[in-house]
């Protein structure tokens, strides 16, 4: 089992800054990406940034330039830095991880950007 811990949220106000963490623990022989999806009030959750093994990332377009994801293998973890904050990224945010062939998921972290 495995097990994912998102860690950094909380209240910003606009184009301010913060940066969210998730370690994977647990059974864990290779990740094959770990990522960050959103939820805001009322919405799907929707993609925000991804990170491969071979550090290869990927954005939605919402936040290219704004936010950035990276990763340390040793620990297991990503962040993403996320500055410039908006008050549209106020959302509950999800680390995922694919793990031995396995997609799991945080509980989230709560971001509110205040206007």
């Known amino acids: 089992q495995v097990q994912l811990v998102e860690s950094g949220g909380g209240l910003v106000q606009a184009g301010g800054s913060l940066r969210l963490s998730c370690a994977a623990s647990?059974?864990?022989?290779?990740?094959?990406?770990m990522g960050w999806y959103r939820q805001g009030p009322g919405n799907s959750r929707d993609f925000v940034a991804r990170?491969?093994?071979?550090?290869?990332?990927y954005y939605a377009d919402s936040v290219k330039g704004r936010f950035t994801i990276s990763g340390d293998n040793a620990k297991n973890t990503v962040y993403l830095q996320m500055n410039s904050l908006k008050p549209e990224d106020t959302a509950v945010y999800y680390c995922?991880?694919?793990?031995?062939?396995?997609?799991?998921w945080g509980k989230g972290t709560l971001v509110t950007v205040s206007s």
């Open positions: 990170i491969g093994g071979g550090g290869s990332t």
């Open positions: 995922t991880a694919l793990v031995d062939g396995t997609r799991y």
């Open positions: 647990g059974s864990i022989f290779s990740i094959g990406f």
